[in-house]
């Protein structure tokens, strides 16, 4: 599988025991950065990798720092990211199943690396089950598309 993986500088060691897991598990992992744990803002890297899985680049996204809330938060505000903050592996096996979320985050200050990994595995390895769930991301997508058009008419004629 290609991954996407970027973290924050609380979320770089774990980030690196990540990447070594899924790269012994024989998974392509784009690292997106950043690259050590001198403080970063973390919103544009999130929003890198959440953009890397929109655009077909990789099959799923992990963001990674210290709770991973705002990760998360970043992810999502790219449209068509459908980012979950993860604890355990049933929230992964959820995350997945019932919503069909592209890209996993990851606290670091919260999780034992060992846990981490699980909560990756079981991410990667549980499928989308459709039906009723497949209408609520449909409602999603619509609220998405409805809040850019807000915004674009929001900014007037001849704006971004």
């Not at 991954?3 to 990447?19: T, W």
């Not at 897991?21 to 050590?36: I, K, N, P, T």
């Amino acid at each position: 599988m290609k991954l996407a993986i970027a973290n924050d500088h609380a979320g770089y060691s774990l980030k690196l025991v990540v990447m070594s897991h899924l790269r012994a598990l024989g998974h392509e992992v784009d690292d997106l950065g950043a690259y050590s744990e001198d403080p970063v803002d973390y919103p544009p890297f999130c929003a890198a990798c959440a953009r890397h899985v929109v655009a077909g680049l990789a099959e799923a996204g992990i963001v990674i720092g210290g709770s991973g809330q705002g990760e998360q938060i970043s992810a999502n505000k790219v449209h068509g990211a459908r980012a979950a903050l993860c604890h355990d592996e049933y929230t992964a096996r959820l995350a997945r199943q019932h919503n069909n979320a592209n890209v996993l985050a990851l606290g670091a200050r919260i999780l034992a690396p060992v846990l981490a990994c699980d909560i990756v595995d079981t991410f990667l390895t549980s499928e989308f089950q459709g039906g009723r769930h497949q209408e609520r991301l449909d409602e999603i997508s619509a609220i998405e598309v409805e809040e850019s058009r807000a915004w674009a008419a929001a900014q007037g004629p001849g704006q971004p």
